[in-house]
């Protein structure tokens, strides 16, 4: 059984930097892309940012601020978040294509992290 879960979140002022992490575990053949999504109250998701191998891509409202990056040895995913905006406040949630046992790829999620940006 595969397992996202993310840290990190948490209640900052405007202008100020958050880190999250995702770590995935459990039974890992392999993992292709990963990406942060997230998800404010009355919106729908939107991806912030994802990455595979060495390819990155950003939501607009992220591009300037937010760095993704992998660590493939644990298989895990930050986002290092700077200069935050109230706008920046949602849930955010881990994403990942794994293939458990190296037949076939499924999309994962983790069970999501609070950020806050006050004003």
């Known amino acids: 059984q595969v397992q996202l879960v993310e840290s990190g979140g948490g209640l900052v002022q405007a202008g100020g930097s958050l880190r999250l992490s995702c770590a995935a575990s459990?039974?890992?053949?392999?993992?292709?892309?990963m990406a942060w999504y997230r998800q404010a109250p009355g919106k729908p998701r939107e991806l912030v940012a994802s990455?595979?191998?060495?390819?990155?891509n950003y939501a607009d409202s992220a591009k300037g601020r937010f760095t993704i990056s992998r660590d493939y040895t644990n298989n895990m995913v930050y986002l290092q978040m700077d200069s935050l905006k109230p706008e920046d406040t949602a849930v955010y949630y881990c994403?990942?294509?794994?293939?458990?046992?190296?037949?076939?790829?499924?999309?994962?999620w983790g069970q999501g992290t609070q950020v806050t940006v006050s004003s």
């Open positions: 990455i595979s191998g060495a390819r990155t």
């Open positions: 459990g039974s890992i053949f392999s993992i292709s892309a």
């Open positions: 994403n990942a294509d794994i293939s458990p046992t190296g037949w076939g790829i499924s999309d994962y």
